[in-house]
């Protein structure tokens, strides 16, 4: 009798401390969803690529310059895949701060406020104080908007999509662009007006250019 009720005292002992210890599951950590996609008609033919197609992804980058005490930089975001040639970036500019924060991203507030009053921006050459298009072709040739351009260029950044989040991967600015442009690319070629010819060749430069219409991007930028 004594050792049944010492079993029973150790089970009901056994059940009790295991009621009292619950399992705890941490919350889960918040993520910004990240989603990029391409889609135009680039040379009049139908481009698109999208996040994890053909291996195609999105990135962010920062270029920055330092000049008299104060930053200067520019937003980039890119579309690349490790299987294919073609890309295409695009860059809005330029952000600035002083470089006696010591710190070599802006402040969030200035990060946040940048693009909601930048939905509107200018075609600019390198994206300095503006906007501009990169495409690389399936030849490894690089097309590059400039502020030049005599044909139709236009952007816009569509307001409702310039949404702020943040985790703990860093501090993101996603958005939807449209534009057409064109984009132009230098061609170094034989010039057959020198005669006679002299070898190797005298060379000249042929700039060639193709339209980008009807694109719609949609990316984030890193701060």
Same mark, same amino acid.
């Given at each position: 009798?004594?050792?049944?009720?010492?079993?029973? &005292?150790?089970?009901?002992?056994?059940?009790?401390?295991?009621?009292?210890?619950?399992?705890?599951?941490?919350?889960?950590?918040?993520?910004?969803?990240? &989603?990029?996609?391409?889609?135009?008609?680039?040379?009049?033919?139908?481009?698109?690529? $999208?996040?994890?197609?053909?291996?195609?992804?999105?990135?962010?980058?920062?270029?920055? =310059?330092?000049?008299?005490?104060?930053?200067?930089?520019?937003?980039?975001?890119?579309?690349?895949?490790?299987?294919?040639? =073609?890309?295409?970036?695009?860059?809005?500019?330029?952000?600035?701060?002083?470089?006696?924060?010591?710190?070599?991203?802006?402040?969030?507030?200035?990060?946040?406020?940048?693009?909601?009053?930048? +939905?509107?921006?200018?075609?600019?050459?390198?994206?300095?104080?503006?906007?501009?298009? =990169?495409?690389? +072709?399936?030849?490894? +040739?690089?097309?590059?908007?400039?502020? $030049?351009?005599?044909?139709?260029? +236009?952007?816009?950044?569509?307001?409702?999509?310039?949404?702020?989040?943040?985790?703990?991967?860093?501090?993101?600015?996603?958005?939807?662009?449209?534009?057409?442009?064109?984009?132009?690319?230098?061609?170094?070629?034989?010039?057959?007006?020198?005669?006679?010819?002299?070898?190797?060749? $005298?060379?000249?430069?042929?700039?060639?250019?193709?339209?980008?219409?009807?694109?719609?991007?949609?990316?984030?930028?890193?701060?």
């Amino acid at each position: 009798m004594y050792k049944k009720a010492l079993f029973s &005292f150790i089970v009901l002992g056994f059940i009790a401390t295991s009621c009292d210890k619950h399992e705890v599951i941490p919350a889960p950590e918040p993520k910004v969803d990240l &989603f990029a996609s391409f889609e135009g008609n680039i040379g009049g033919q139908f481009v698109t690529y $999208t996040e994890n197609v053909d291996g195609y992804y999105g990135f962010s980058q920062l270029v920055a =310059q330092s000049t008299g005490g104060n930053v200067d930089a520019q937003y980039h975001f890119s579309m690349v895949s490790p299987s294919y040639t =073609q890309s295409i970036k695009i860059g809005l500019g330029s952000i600035s701060w002083t470089t006696a924060t010591g710190t070599t991203t802006p402040a969030l507030n200035l990060f946040n406020s940048f693009f909601l009053a930048n +939905d509107l921006p200018a075609y600019k050459n390198s994206a300095l104080n503006g906007f501009e298009v =990169q495409y690389r +072709d399936a030849f490894n +040739d690089t097309w590059v908007s400039k502020d $030049t351009s005599t044909f139709l260029m +236009d952007v816009t950044f569509d307001p409702t999509s310039i949404i702020q989040e943040s985790d703990k991967s860093g501090d993101y600015s996603k958005f939807k662009c449209d534009f057409n442009c064109t984009v132009y690319h230098t061609y170094s070629v034989v010039d057959i007006t020198v005669v006679p010819q002299t070898s190797p060749p $005298t060379m000249r430069d042929s700039l060639a250019s193709i339209q980008v219409e009807n694109a719609i991007y949609r990316g984030w930028f890193k701060r």
